[in-house]
């Protein structure tokens, strides 16, 4: 079955960059997503990439796809308060009806 | 609505109890999920609607659970003698049905304790 794991938890200074990773087990995705969440919120769609896709940019938002080791990543520039949120990583199939499968969420925490 | 709605936002229910969550879709959207998010974990997927079709109820973690769409909009999640572990955020999502999940809605979700 269907695997994501991500990292519990990521602290980064304001300013700094932050690199959220993500790794997946089914090889037949065809989207992966990022997700934040906000307190006492719903789940926000930040980006996506097509599963044929290395890279895509988005302003501060850079993801990266790695099929071969089936690694994702999420890397924010400029990191800011505003950005405190936990993320999740998702992942659909062909024919999956578009159900989606969610890794655990990392928590981004960003001090001044 | 501007947005995907659910109610109640918070639910306090007796164990053995019964639990009705609501969701109200984007109008127009043909497509509405359910998921279910428990402390330290990530998002759980249960059920599947689309349009007329027959849901996609293989995420249903037990008998206990049942959801249903009236008209092609409002659906009900209902969870029958609920138990302690059933405790979790109760996440509805709705799409247009086209553009895959890039589409989805999220509602803020119903926050579920049993106690």
């Known amino acids: 079955g269907e695997d994501v794991e991500q990292s519990l938890f990521l602290s980064v200074r304001e300013g700094d960059s932050s690199v959220i990773n993500c790794t997946y087990t089914?090889?037949?995705?065809?989207?992966l997503y990022w997700y934040k969440q906000e307190p006492g919120a719903g789940l926000q769609l930040l980006t996506y990439?097509?599963?044929?896709?290395d890279m895509k940019q988005d302003q501060r938002l850079t993801v990266l796809l790695n099929k071969k080791d089936k690694h994702l990543s999420l890397r924010i520039a400029d990191t800011q308060t505003g950005d405190s949120a936990i993320y999740f990583c998702a992942e659909s199939f062909t024919g999956g009806g578009n159900k989606l499968t969610f890794g655990t969420g990392t928590q981004l925490k960003v001090e001044l | 609505g501007a947005g995907v709605s659910q109610s109640p936002s918070n639910k306090v229910t007796e164990k053995g109890k019964d639990v009705e969550l609501r969701c109200d879709p984007i109008s127009g959207h043909t497509a509405l999920y359910w998921y279910r998010q428990s402390l330290g974990q990530g998002l759980e997927f249960l059920i599947y609607?689309?349009?007329?079709?027959?849901?996609?109820k293989s995420g249903l973690p037990s008998d206990r659970f049942s959801a249903e769409r009236t008209g092609g909009s409002v659906s009900t999640l209902t969870i029958q003698r609920t138990q302690q572990e059933d405790s979790a955020v109760y996440l509805c999502?709705?799409?247009?049905?086209?553009?895959?999940?890039?589409?989805?809605?999220f509602g803020s979700g119903t926050r579920l304790t049993v106690v």
């Open positions: 089914d090889s037949s995705s065809t989207y």
């Open positions: 609607f689309q349009g007329n079709s027959a849901p996609d």
């Open positions: 999502a709705s799409s247009p049905g086209t553009g895959g999940a890039r589409g989805y809605t």
């Open positions: 990439i097509f599963s044929n896709m």
